[in-house]
């Protein structure tokens, strides 16, 4: 079927058939959605108050922050912007790029994070499987939803370090789902809101208790609401519409022809939501258990187990890709073309990669390149590698350029409620 699909295109067919039926957005109410982008923006469910989803995921950066790798806790402001606190100094930058949140809505999206730690699961009693253990997915609606858990669970992202406050002191003490747990108290604040606790009422029925679930759940809406991104240039085309212009067709061309990139960014969305080892250069802290020497991150093994699951890494939507750099788990490319032309050749790729590339802030005692200088472990990443070399002229690179930028949906882009002048907590909102 997909070769059948590369010869079609190649030869210039482009039906919308092609590319199989149109993604699909489960229908989500308007009450649930403002509820939910209020949320979004208000710091009032991270530790310290002083972190919202939008900190790390904002449309004035594609629904990311910007960065390679983000700072939560012990910063302030947005993105390459954000300041961080000398008092209160970061213990490490977050160990992977903070991805876009384009689609995540779609109900082909069933994979949450980079490593797909996260994931809809037939076999597991409420349809999702989680490191974290059954009984803590109980409640909530959708895996995008579930994946709220994580970011206010973590100190170095939204809970707060040790000792700093509730919530933080109860993940440390890994009490989330008690009665005093870190949920719990998260939730006890919103309630406690009278705006918040009205329009719970309209959403659950008066005086229903406020549960983490509940506030994940109207988030993931908004999130499904808002940042639903299949109206570009190149639906318009495949819908029979205008067509791309003639950089961007001969770079659709290529793209599912040529150049091979359907065999992994396939369907309407780019991706085929699997997972890829593509000797992507690594830099930051990596992941490991907190128990753990961080530095090496091999990705999908660590939810598998399997060791041919090494380094491979969830293959990213490429819609609205020219606004969500920088590029890669650990956004180890500043550019969208430098990240194209690193799939052309993997192992050279990384083995003279260029450190200038990332964006990061500085972060006094980080060790961000222990991986690139340990050759050892470089050849770890080599090995692995799953692309073949391919040889592209700089003219073709800069057609599937064009055609990337014309998987842009700009109404999209624009955002269709906008980041809320005021919350009700009264806490301040990132702009």
Not at 189 to 211: H, K, N, S, T
Request: charged share 25%; net charge negative.
């Amino acid at each position: 079927m997909r070769w059948t699909l590369l010869f079609l295109l190649g030869a210039g067919a482009a039906a919308a058939g092609d590319l199989g039926p149109r993604p699909v957005f489960p229908e989500v109410g308007m009450a649930e959605v403002e509820l939910g982008r209020l949320l979004f923006y208000d710091p009032v469910i991270s530790g310290n108050r002083n972190i919202s989803c939008g900190t790390c995921h904002h449309p004035t950066l594609g629904t990311s922050d910007g960065m390679s790798l983000s700072v939560g806790e012990g910063g302030v402001g947005l993105g390459p912007d954000r300041v961080l606190d000398p008092r209160d100094l970061p213990e490490e930058r977050l160990p992977r790029n903070a991805p876009g949140l384009w689609n995540l809505g779609a109900t082909e999206f069933t994979v949450m994070f980079h490593d797909g730690r996260l994931e809809e699961a037939a076999d597991q009693p409420d349809g999702i499987r989680t490191p974290l253990g059954a009984d803590m997915i109980r409640g909530f609606d959708t895996v995008l939803s579930a994946q709220a858990m994580f970011p206010v669970l973590s100190g170095d992202e939204m809970a707060g370090h040790y000792s700093e406050n509730d919530v933080s002191q109860s993940v440390r003490l890994s009490n989330l789902t008690g009665d005093t747990g870190a949920w719990v108290r998260i939730a006890d604040r919103v309630a406690e809101i009278p705006e918040y606790r009205e329009m719970f009422d309209a959403v659950l029925g008066a005086g229903a208790p406020i549960r983490f679930t509940d506030i994940a759940n109207v988030i993931a809406d908004f999130i499904t609401f808002e940042w639903r991104a299949d109206e570009s240039p190149f639906d318009t085309a495949m819908a029979g519409g205008p067509p791309l212009s003639e950089g961007a067709e001969r770079g659709r061309m290529l793209f599912y022809g040529e150049a091979g990139c359907s065999a992994c960014h396939a369907g309407w969305f780019q991706t085929d939501h699997g997972f890829h080892a593509i000797a992507m250069p690594q830099l930051g802290p990596g992941k490991a258990a907190r128990f753990e020497a961080h530095s090496r991150d091999e990705g999908r093994i660590r939810v598998t187990g399997d060791p041919a699951d090494a380094y491979r890494f969830r293959t990213p939507s490429l819609r609205n890709v020219t606004l969500t750099a920088p590029y890669g788990h650990d956004g180890a490319y500043a550019t969208l073309e430098g990240v194209v032309r690193h799939h052309l050749d993997p192992v050279a790729s990384l083995r003279a990669y260029d450190r200038s590339q990332v964006v990061l802030h500085e972060l006094p005692g980080a060790e961000d390149w222990t991986i690139m200088d340990a050759p050892d472990e470089v050849a770890r990443i080599a090995d692995a590698n799953e692309l073949e070399p391919l040889a592209l002229s700089d003219g073709q690179v800069d057609d599937i350029l064009a055609f990337l930028a014309a998987l842009t949906d700009r109404e999209a882009a624009e955002g269709r409620l906008g980041v809320p002048d005021t919350v009700p907590s009264g806490l301040p909102v990132d702009r």
